[in-house]
């Protein structure tokens, strides 16, 4: 019974200060697309196979100039392309590598071996 009598003039107190003018619009945040500049750029300057890199950069800026003119609909759809492309880019240096390196052990072992 102590507990609510001292919650009570707290609530009481609220209720006399609320502003009844004031309202309060709580809506959700418009979430903007991601561009992927700097892993283009990575993509462009150190995987860069069939010129993925390179379209992936261009696409990164078309996103990045539309969210910046706020037509986020074509940022999206750039900012997917520039994804895939670097996606892409990406899988294909990991490919080539891992073939390097398993042509290299091939090599090792066939000298050596005889």
């Known amino acids: 019974d102590t507990v609510s009598t001292s919650i009570s003039p707290q ?5 006399y200060n609320r502003d009844p003018d ?3 619009t709580i809506g959700n945040p418009v979430e903007h697309p991601r561009d992927y500049v700097v892993w283009s750029i990575c993509s462009f300057f150190h ?3 069939f010129c993925l ?11 990045r100039d539309m969210k910046v003119t706020g037509d986020l609909q074509r940022a ?3 900012s997917k392309w520039a994804l895939g492309f670097n996606v892409a880019a990406l899988i294909i240096l ?13 090599n090792v ?6």
């Open 76 to 78: 999206r759809g750039y």
């Open 22 to 24: 004031t309202v309060v």
């Open 47 to 49: 995987a860069n196979p």
């Open 53 to 63: 890199g390179l379209a992936a950069l261009i696409f990164s800026i078309k996103a």
């Open 94 to 106: 990991f490919l080539t590598i891992l073939s390097l390196v398993i042509l290299m052990m091939y």
């Open 11 to 15: 609530l009481q107190e609220m209720q």
């Open 109 to 114: 072992y066939k000298i050596t071996h005889g």
